[in-house]
């Protein structure tokens, strides 16, 4: 349950504008969901009109839509100038991963004897803590979770059901890590001899996840062969992503679903990269920079922008060649009308 006040004090941008200025909100639903003590976000006129209509307890809606909105005496109409950033405020307001993970008091949990856990937190079922973890104020440790020795938790993490988390990984504090990811399995190295065998070179680095980073389910990020993988500050990766070993992310990129990248590779701070999308071995790619979705990554990338496709182009360059592929056997058969035209070649079953 969250009082209105609460509410309006998270959010510096996040207005009172009409209706009680006091009441408990105990949850958050979609505008035709909504009623008495409810909240809901309205992006749209229609959605505001739906919320208002089933007399939402708290309804916020951005400032373009207060002049086409009727005063409701029993709704706190909130404005905002930005409601996408008052919803990534506001809502963990509501957010309480522990009673998602919640076990009864006596299932058991294995946890080492040198463990040092916060006695604020909190640890889910059958959780296996090893010997010298350590583990911040205020984290959740999620059902099935295996945390191998001398690993770090930091303070307000979430680390969800079935996460493995490999021997002397470090997470930051405020950090959340989804369902069946893996942190700090062994990178992808072999000596291959004459005969073409290959035998495994020892992965003896760590991993490195540093304040307020999120990583998505069934990730994996591998351990450095000797220094670390590091994955700096505010960085968000989304499903399915893979980080080779000795990988470096910078601060504050964003990592949509189906990344892959290569070993030692650097990534700058501030990038965007787009679902499914590939970074080779020894690249370093600098800040700022957007990169399509599907688009391959086998250079350096010194200047910032956007780029797109395989092989890597500016981004406007790339959705122009795009466009014409569609056209291309079009322009080849004109082609070949014209050269035949002026007595230079002639066509034959490539016309077909």
């Not at 809502?91 to 040092?116: G, H, Y």
């Not at 440790?141 to 990984?169: K, L």
Request: aromatic fraction near 4%; hydrophobic fraction near 40%.
């Amino acid at each position: 349950m969250v009082d209105l006040q609460t509410l309006l004090r998270a959010d510096s941008q996040l207005k009172w504008q009409s209706g009680p200025q006091e009441m408990n909100l105990t949850k958050v639903v979609l505008p035709e969901q909504a009623g008495p003590g409810l909240l809901s976000y309205a992006f749209t006129l229609e959605w505001a009109q739906t919320a208002l209509s089933r007399m939402a307890g708290a309804l916020v809606v951005p400032a373009s839509l207060v002049a086409s909105l009727s005063e409701s005496q029993g709704t706190a109409l909130l404005v905002t100038s930005d409601i996408k950033h008052t919803m990534a405020l506001t809502l963990k307001l509501f957010d309480q991963k522990q009673m998602r993970f919640s076990s009864a008091p006596s299932t058991p949990v294995a946890v080492a004897a040198t463990a040092r856990v916060s006695p604020s937190a909190w640890i889910g079922a059958f959780a296996v803590i090893g010997e010298n973890v350590s583990i911040g104020a205020n984290s959740v440790i999620g059902s099935h979770t295996v945390i191998e020795r001398d690993s770090q938790i930091g303070e307000h993490c979430v680390i969800h059901p079935q996460v493995f988390v490999g021997a002397q990984t470090q997470i930051g504090d405020r950090c959340e890590i989804h369902p069946h990811t893996t942190l700090g399995s062994d990178g992808f190295g072999y000596a291959t001899d004459r005969k073409f065998r290959h035998h495994k070179i020892s992965q003896l680095g760590h991993v490195e996840i540093e304040d307020d980073v999120e990583i998505g389910a069934g990730c994996a990020i591998d351990r450095g062969a000797l220094g670390p993988t590091r994955i700096r500050r505010g960085t968000k990766i989304d499903n399915l992503s893979h980080i080779a070993h000795n990988v470096e992310v910078g601060e504050d990129t964003l990592l949509a679903a189906g990344f892959m990248v290569a070993g030692s590779t650097t990534i700058g701070s501030r990038n965007m990269y787009g679902g499914s999308c590939v970074v080779t071995d020894h690249v370093h790619v600098g800040d700022d920079v957007i990169v399509g979705g599907r688009s391959t990554i086998t250079n350096d990338v010194k200047t910032p922008g956007r780029y797109g496709g395989y092989p890597l182009q500016p981004l406007k360059s790339y959705l122009r060649n795009l466009a014409l592929q569609t056209h291309l056997v079009d322009i080849r058969k004109d082609l070949q009308r014209a050269l035949k035209a002026l007595g230079l070649t002639s066509t034959d079953s490539q016309d077909s």
